[in-house]
């Protein structure tokens, strides 16, 4: 059996926004690979938001992924795939994600730390 950790962090939300996006990490986690993947273009898709809507989830995109590095659930490098396929794949830690790299993010791996 796969040793599935629930992250405190993912167990608590204020608004539908946060709880639609701590549902995908939760589903990114429950992969059995240590190496997971979270879809930024899905929490998106099929929304019409404004601005500051878009700000807001990004920044709870950020927020999630320093808080799992924090609880130690995963590593501090995360790998950005752009939504421009010519663009090469880069390497990051978690605490150089910004809004900006968000933008242009189709998807983010990342290694679950396996205790």
């Known amino acids: 059996m796969y ?3 629930l992250p405190h962090s993912l167990l608590t939300y204020s608004k539908m926004s ?4 701590k ?3 939760i589903e990114s986690l429950n992969i059995i690979s240590d ?3 979270f879809n930024v273009e899905k929490i998106y898709k099929d929304i019409s938001l404004c601005y500051c809507a878009i700000k807001e989830r990004q920044r709870i995109i950020i927020q999630i ?3 799992l590095k924090t609880e130690k ?3 501090d490098q995360i790998q950005i795939h752009f939504k421009n396929a010519a663009k090469e794949l ?3 830690k978690i605490q150089d994600l910004t809004p900006k790299i968000l933008t242009k993010t189709r998807k983010i791996c990342f290694t679950e730390k396996l205790n």
């Not at 946060?18 to 996006?21: A, P, R």
Request: glycine share 0%; net charge negative; aromatic share 14%.
């Open 3 to 5: 040793p599935y950790i």
């Open 18 to 21: 946060e709880l639609e996006i």
């Open 23 to 25: 549902i995908e990490f």
């Open 35 to 37: 190496v997971k993947s």
């Open 65 to 67: 992924f320093k808080d």
């Open 73 to 75: 659930i995963i590593e």
């Open 90 to 92: 880069v390497s990051i």
